[in-house]
């Protein structure tokens, strides 16, 4: 299985993410794929995300760029 690649609308939530303070707040990237939704998270201040995909494959790339990605 492969990590699913950012598309148009995953750039389009990515930029509204980032317009959030997402500081000392929970967030869920619920099928994360590739992670860009978690590093705009990240970005916008938030420390505590939780990263879900029924691809284990993306769970692990999502780690690696984020720090502060838990995967389950």
Known sequence: MQ??????????LEDAILK???TNKA???LGTGS??????M?????TNIV???INYKALLASQQKNKA???V
Do not use: M, T
Request: contains cysteine; proline residues 3%; hydrophobic residues 35%.
């Open 3 to 12: 990590v699913y690649s950012p598309q148009e609308d995953s750039h389009l």
């Open 20 to 22: 959030f303070d997402l």
């Open 27 to 29: 967030c869920l990237d």
């Open 35 to 40: 992670g860009i939704q978690a590093s705009a």
């Open 42 to 46: 990240s970005k916008a201040g938030s």
């Open 51 to 53: 990263c879900v995909d």
């Open 69 to 71: 990605c838990v995967g």
